[in-house]
């Protein structure tokens, strides 16, 4: 086991990096794109204002 005095001396540990932050802005992106889709398709329905079909 290490003592306390050992455990204040170690270096490191969880840190949030450039490739986390870019993964998680491509997530919150693609949420997004979802949400809006999903809006657009609910007020397209609901105002009838959908494309025929042929």
């Not at 306390?4 to 450039?18: F, L, R």
């Not at 932050?21 to 204002?49: C, D, P």
Request: net charge positive.
């Amino acid at each position: 086991m290490l003592s306390k005095e050992e455990m204040k001396n170690i270096i490191g540990g969880a840190t949030i990096s450039g490739a986390v932050i870019s993964a998680l802005k491509g997530y919150l992106g693609v949420f997004k794109e979802i949400g809006q889709a999903f809006g657009s398709a609910i007020r397209r329905f609901t105002a009838h204002n959908l494309c025929q079909i042929k």
